[in-house]
């Protein structure tokens, strides 16, 4: 009986121990791929793969229709935002001290996985959480960002503001229990620096040019005192009082008349 509790015990021992190796691998080879490009893209068997327990790694992961066909305008709109989070992540956690994983999945390779979370919108993201290791989380389930219910879906000038990196980022940093976050490093945008730069220096030119025949005209005291005057017989005139009151022009006095 002695024997027969050691050997389940050593069994379990060995099960225990190759489900931690399994993860650990699991964890080490896509990280290592993902050093070369990120983020990871996935279809559904690579998507079951990695989200499947055990696991001791966060994954993030975009389900996404990017195909024009498909009409998702957001989903084209918020791409490089997304590679621009997993990129600034990997950067600044080269090693994987973090222990997280970025994955976009796109409905043309992914649609049943779609089709078993029966979503009807895109884009989604789902944040998995680790199942083993000190910062595992007794639910297995993703936790969903439904980029349609968003935290800023506000309109400008009848157009809808797609999610920023800086938002998502924060939503992704919330739920990692490292302390290592990297934040979001943008990359310089050279194409803005010299539009900027040739506008400036375009308005200083102009400005060179046409001083002679401008400077004369603001310096022009007769100029400035009818600008005076028109601006002194306008506010006395009572012209400002009833445009500010918005007094009629014409009224009657209560008699009929």
């Known amino acids: 009986m002695r024997l027969l509790n050691v050997f389940a015990f050593s069994l379990f021992s060995l099960t225990t121990l190759a489900a931690k190796k399994t993860a650990v691998d699991k964890y080490q080879e896509y990280h290592s791929r993902a050093l070369s490009s990120t983020p990871l893209w996935l279809d559904d068997a690579l998507y079951d793969h990695l989200t499947a327990a055990p696991r001791n790694h966060t994954l993030a992961v975009l389900l996404t229709a990017l195909e024009t066909k498909y009409g998702c305008a957001l989903c084209r709109e918020f791409q490089p935002e997304w590679d621009l989070i997993a990129r600034s992540w990997l950067k600044g956690d080269k090693t994987g001290q973090s222990r997280v994983l970025y994955g976009t999945l796109d409905f043309a390779d992914g649609k ?146």
């Open 112 to 257: 049943g996985v779609f089709q078993r979370l029966m979503l009807q919108t895109a884009p989604v993201l789902l944040l998995f959480q680790p199942t083993v290791g000190p910062n595992a989380k007794l639910d297995g389930q993703p936790i969903r960002y439904d980029f349609n219910n968003g935290y800023d879906h506000s309109l400008i000038f009848g157009a809808t503001v797609p999610q920023s990196a800086e938002q998502v980022h924060a939503y992704i940093a919330r739920h990692v229990a490292s302390d290592v976050r990297p934040p979001i490093v943008r990359p310089v945008n050279y194409i803005r620096i010299v539009a900027v730069t040739t506008a400036v220096l375009g308005l200083i030119s102009f400005f060179s040019v046409a001083s002679p025949y401008i400077l004369p005209i603001i310096q022009n005291r007769n100029l400035w005192a009818a600008i005076s005057l028109i601006a002194v017989l306008l506010f006395t005139s009572g012209h400002m009082f009833n445009h500010i009151r918005k007094v009629p022009y014409v009224a009657g006095d209560g008699k009929g008349g």
